[in-house]
């Protein structure tokens, strides 16, 4: 049996008093859910790239215990994600992919320069611990110059057809003072496509590289953060209506949207004469990011 308090030093910086608080919380779920955490541990250590992915990124033994990924999760529940996830994870993709992934590397899947003082745009694909409490991996769109500025966090799972799938556990949007004039700069070099769209359209990508089946999104309701939100906290952005607006759809849990695989675009006919030299260009962008992330998931896929 794993030694929680050992694995508790390594997730927790003890000598912050939250952490230290969190670290002794933690290890008391352990000793409450030994079955459980039996579990957990003999998943990990069925195989040596499951046992690898734990050492490097100890924070799923975590993620369990505490009320992490959508509202209202069960401890099984939050077990069978994280199984599903890394089922899913090491039998697509390889081993040199994943020990980056989780060994808090950024991995590149496509750039485009900006102007000089902003550098490049960026999207990769992340896990750190600092998202660990909406996914377990994260699309992230940053500045070579600067810090993220549009993310969404994901991770994978069978939903109930049975089908693999993306869930969307959050978005955030960039947070730095000069947030309105950066996010106004971004979607004019993306001939006026918004970057809260792009990054939903990398996701889509990202799911469609992956060959999944469908995608859900949290809702207001499903955020994780209402197990312990105060009721009078609102949150930034609504997912909601977000969602609702990029096609989704509500479904029988009012914690989650369905969201479409692939955006739906315009045709010439529906957009006006003199914008459409405009949408030429964001559509060759868009197809520019399709195959450049369809061609670097292809590269890390799993060799059998």
């Known amino acids: ?38 579990r957990v541990e ?9 046992s690898a992915i734990a050492e490097k990124f100890p924070f799923v033994y975590e993620q369990v215990t505490r009320a992490f990924f959508y509202h209202r999760s069960t401890f099984d529940e939050r077990i069978k994600l994280v199984e599903e996830h890394f089922e899913f994870m090491t039998r697509t993709l390889s081993r040199e992919f994943l020990l980056r992934l989780y060994g808090d590397e950024k991995i590149l899947l496509w750039s485009m320069p900006v102007d000089e003082t902003l550098g ?17 991996a994260s699309v992230i769109l940053m500045l070579s110059r600067g810090s993220p500025v549009y993310q969404i966090m994901f991770w994978v799972a069978r939903d109930a057809a049975g089908d693999f799938s993306m869930w969307i556990g959050a978005m ?42 469908k995608i859900y999104a949290v809702t207001n309701a499903g955020y994780y953060a209402n197990n312990h939100i105060r009721v009078d906290r609102k949150l930034k952005t609504s997912f909601s209506d977000f969602w609702l607006e990029c096609g989704g759809a509500p479904t029988d849990d009012e ?6 695989l692939s955006e739906t ?6 957009i006006p004469s003199h914008k459409r030299a405009v949408y030429r260009k964001r559509f060759a962008l868009l197809d520019e990011i399709d195959a450049a992330v369809a061609d670097k998931i292809q590269a890390f896929r799993r060799g059998d």
């Not at 914690?255 to 479409?260: D, G, I, N, T, Y």
């Not at 675009?265 to 529906?270: C, D, G, H, S």
């Open 172 to 213: 955030q949007g960039p947070n730095v003072d000069d947030a309105r004039e950066l996010i106004k700069t971004l979607t004019k070099k993306c001939h006026a496509y918004r970057t809260k769209n792009l990054i939903l359209y990398a996701a889509q990508a990202v799911a469609r590289a992956l060959g999944l089946k």
């Open 120 to 136: 490049e745009l960026r999207l990769m694909l992340w896990m750190n611990e600092g998202q660990r409490k909406e996914g377990l």
């Open 255 to 260: 914690r989650f949207f369905s969201l479409p």
């Open 1 to 38: 049996m794993i030694n929680f308090v050992e694995l508790g030093k390594k997730i927790y910086r003890l000598e912050n008093p939250r952490e230290a608080h969190r670290f002794a919380v933690f290890v008391a779920r352990c000793c409450l859910h030994p079955k459980s955490m039996e």
């Open 265 to 270: 675009r315009k045709t010439v006919e529906e």
């Open 42 to 50: 003999n998943f990990f250590a069925q195989d040596e790239l499951l």
